[in-house]
């Protein structure tokens, strides 16, 4: 099954993401789940999350739910959103799939297994955007992008682009880049690449020799200790970091910010359902989406505000068109592994 909305690959500005904290997603901001869920979900005391988003953040995002809720435990399972395809796949066929909700980062992979989620849509269904939701029961609870990110001890002037970004002054400091197969957002990055700034830039960017990881968190712990000055990475870890007293900073490049819309579902076969609903409703709540744009997240709901430090006045946010995202993987991801000399 198809996603409801098929997205022609878009320039789009604050219109569809927010910009600034409105009146109107400020408004009625707390989330008050009916009493008969709390208590099911309490009676239960516990629900299993798969997400392909890092895990550090999932972590302080399960802090915020147990500050509201403190009786339910949530047991994260984090990988990159091939991997957990695979394994959902596997436990399915063994009958031992544990997962109540699943948050994958490639959305047209998830309307592909519509079959083991159930029906599901939150109480403010009507208040998102809705070409952010994927068929009947898949939802945007997280969106990120990709910016240009650095370390400013080894990067004192940084780029401002990413054609910038292929030039030799900054190719010879270290560039670190993310496997395009390594999940939903990074292939959504590899296309952009080749779809926006041209068929050259892949070998551009090749021929500067990037350093490769399999996963955008092993990328920015490099990024950290140095081993590279400059990397692609999300407003997920960009965000965050800029909160700490990490070496990291990051540019939102001007020609673009290539956006990965996350799919979050509840599996039919679900042990623990209510949990699994109370952790959802919460996290597409008004309430539960502004916690998230502390960690990067820009929410698709109406109104929302932007992530904190940015300027959406001033950002192009690119959006994939989903049929082409799901016809052209195969064959541009060989394309990539040649290109780059990649082997599994």
């Known amino acids: 099954m198809r996603s409801r909305a098929l997205l022609a690959p878009l320039m789009l500005s604050v219109g569809l993401l927010g910009a600034g904290h409105s009146s109107a997603f400020a ?19 516990r629900l299993v999350l798969y997400s392909a988003n890092y895990l550090e953040t999932e972590q302080d995002i399960a802090k915020r739910f147990n500050a509201k809720f403190p009786d339910i435990t949530i047991e994260i399972i984090r990988a990159p959103g091939g991997q957990i395809v695979t394994r959902m796949r596997t436990e399915d066929a063994a009958g031992q799939l544990s997962a109540d909700v699943v948050d994958l980062s490639d959305r047209t992979e998830a309307a592909q297994m519509i079959n ?24 945007p609870r997280i969106r990120n992008a990709w910016v240009i990110g650095y370390n400013p001890a080894l990067v004192p002037d940084p780029p401002k682009s990413w054609h910038d970004l292929v030039q030799p002054d900054f190719a010879k400091l270290g560039i670190g880049l993310t496997v395009a197969l390594a999940g939903g957002g990074p292939w959504n990055l590899a296309m952009f690449q080749r779809q926006v700034l041209g068929e050259k830039y892949w070998d551009e960017l090749a021929a500067a020799k990037p350093q490769l990881f399999p996963s955008g968190a092993s990328m920015v712990d490099a990024l950290i200790r140095g081993d590279v000055a400059l990397a692609p990475i999300t407003t997920q870890m960009a965000v965050p970091l800029s909160h700490q007293d990490a070496p990291v900073k990051w540019i939102a490049a001007t020609e673009g910010m290539p956006t990965t819309t996350f799919a979050a579902g509840i ?22 989406q502004n ?19 940015m300027d959406m006045s001033k950002i192009k946010v690119w959006l994939p068109n989903d049929e082409e995202y799901l016809k052209l993987r195969p064959t541009w991801i060989a394309d990539w592994s040649r290109t780059f000399g990649y082997r599994q």
Request: net charge negative; proline share 12%; glycine share 4%.
């Open 116 to 139: 083991m989620f159930a029906p599901y849509a939150p109480p403010n269904a009507d208040d998102y955007l809705p070409e952010s939701r994927t068929a009947d029961r898949f939802w």
């Open 291 to 309: 916690e998230l744009l502390d960690f990067g997240s820009f929410s698709a709901l109406r109104d929302a505000p932007s992530p904190p430090g």
């Open 267 to 288: 599996l039919r076969k679900a042990e623990h359902p209510n949990a699994a609903r109370l952790f959802l409703d919460w996290s597409l709540s008004r309430e539960g």
């Open 27 to 45: 408004a009625d901001m707390s989330f008050t789940p009916s009493p008969e869920l709390v208590a099911a979900a309490r009676k239960e005391g």
